[in-house]
């Protein structure tokens, strides 16, 4: 058992700056009294560099990063970037390894890999995921890269939560939740994410078009998304049906002046420092 209640892990240096998530998420864990660790750049190649920190107390949170991995690692006529400017001195790829696919840093889809490669390790652990990818990738979605529809970013990378947007309350209130001992399914948070199924008792969800219908008629996805974000706007929750269950976003998080006031200013100030590895780029 790891000492730490909840582990962080991201795809690129940690760093303690209010552009990136992850300082501000891990202060706002630690004034709630959680202790927070954090796996940066791990081997995602091999399950057992997600081990080395232990197995944590409560969940393990996947950061994707501020930016869509997929845009990160191709370019718009979809040929591979070779650097990567998040990454120490650009550098796209772990260091003694040939510049292909399976070397990059930051894997194709980073929420889908790093979750499934928990997973084959730590069987039972809560894996939240949150950033672009958990948001942006939670309903059924057009992949440029690829040229298809895709399915639930919550299908592929079997995780059980996914955060909406700004994380900072959802995830405290996490946290909370499972330091309880309640299970992870009985979590209906605003602001997140699972899958369940049945279609949710409660009132106040919209039903989006079936990802097998958007899959078979592409046409189907302007709806989708017109009807997705008029739901959102009127703070309901959204349902999506995949084969036979179903992806649940709870209704959207508020964020009020004074959640805002607390996250940065309590919080923060954040020392605008990076890791360490970051020193080497400017010597």
């Given at each position: 058992?790891?000492?730490?209640?909840?582990?962080?892990?991201?795809?690129?240096?940690?760093?303690?700056?209010?552009?990136?998530?992850?300082?501000?998420?891990?202060?706002?864990?630690?004034?709630?009294?959680?202790?927070?660790?954090?796996?940066?750049?791990?081997?995602?190649?091999?399950?057992?560099?997600?081990?080395?920190?232990?197995?944590?107390?409560?969940?393990?949170?996947?950061?994707?990063?501020?930016?869509?991995?997929?845009?990160?690692?191709?370019?718009?006529?979809?040929?591979?970037?070779?650097?990567?400017?998040?990454?120490?001195?650009?550098?796209?790829?772990?260091?003694?390894?040939?510049?292909?696919?399976?070397?990059?840093?930051?894997?194709?889809?980073?929420?889908?890999?790093?979750?499934?490669?928990?997973?084959?390790?730590?069987?039972?652990?809560?894996?939240?995921?949150?950033?672009?990818?958990?948001?942006?990738r939670l309903f059924s979605h057009?992949?440029?890269?690829?040229?298809?529809?895709?399915?639930?970013?919550?299908?592929?990378?079997?995780?059980?939560?996914?955060?909406?947007?700004?994380?900072?309350?959802?995830?405290?209130?996490?946290?909370?939740?499972?330091?309880?001992?309640?299970?992870?399914?009985?979590?209906?948070?605003?602001?997140?994410?699972?899958?369940?199924?049945?279609?949710?008792?409660e009132k106040g969800f919209v039903?989006?078009?079936?990802?097998?219908?958007?899959?078979?008629?592409?046409?189907?996805?302007?709806?989708?998304?017109?009807?997705?974000?008029?739901?959102?706007?009127?703070?309901?929750?959204?349902?999506?049906?995949?084969?036979?269950?179903?992806?649940?976003?709870?209704?959207?998080?508020?964020?009020?002046?004074?959640?805002?006031?607390?996250?940065?200013?309590?919080?923060?100030?954040?020392?605008?420092?990076?890791?360490?590895?970051?020193?080497?780029?400017?010597?």
């Amino acid at each position: 058992m790891s000492s730490y209640d909840v582990i962080l892990v991201l795809p690129y240096p940690f760093s303690d700056h209010p552009s990136f998530p992850e300082g501000i998420l891990k202060k706002a864990l630690e004034i709630e009294g959680f202790r927070v660790g954090s796996i940066e750049t791990p081997f995602w190649q091999k399950s057992q560099s997600f081990t080395i920190l232990g197995r944590p107390r409560l969940f393990f949170g996947i950061i994707s990063g501020p930016v869509d991995s997929i845009v990160l690692n191709h370019t718009s006529s979809r040929k591979r970037r070779k650097d990567d400017l998040y990454q120490v001195s650009g550098q796209a790829y772990f260091e003694g390894t040939p510049p292909s696919i399976s070397h990059k840093i930051r894997p194709d889809r980073t929420a889908v890999v790093f979750a499934n490669r928990i997973r084959e390790v730590f069987k039972d652990v809560p894996i939240i995921i949150g950033g672009l990818e958990a948001s942006l990738r939670l309903f059924s979605h057009y992949d440029f890269q690829q040229d298809k529809i895709r399915r639930s970013v919550l299908v592929d990378s079997k995780a059980d939560v996914a955060v909406i947007g700004m994380g900072e309350k959802q995830l405290v209130s996490i946290a909370h939740f499972l330091k309880k001992g309640n299970p992870v399914q009985k979590l209906t948070i605003p602001g997140t994410a699972m899958m369940y199924s049945q279609f949710p008792a409660e009132k106040g969800f919209v039903e989006l078009p079936s990802f097998e219908s958007v899959q078979s008629d592409r046409s189907a996805l302007i709806g989708m998304q017109l009807t997705l974000e008029r739901a959102i706007s009127e703070g309901n929750g959204v349902v999506q049906r995949h084969g036979d269950r179903y992806v649940v976003a709870h209704r959207p998080e508020e964020y009020h002046p004074s959640d805002i006031d607390r996250i940065y200013g309590q919080v923060t100030p954040v020392t605008t420092l990076d890791t360490p590895a970051f020193h080497l780029r400017f010597r």
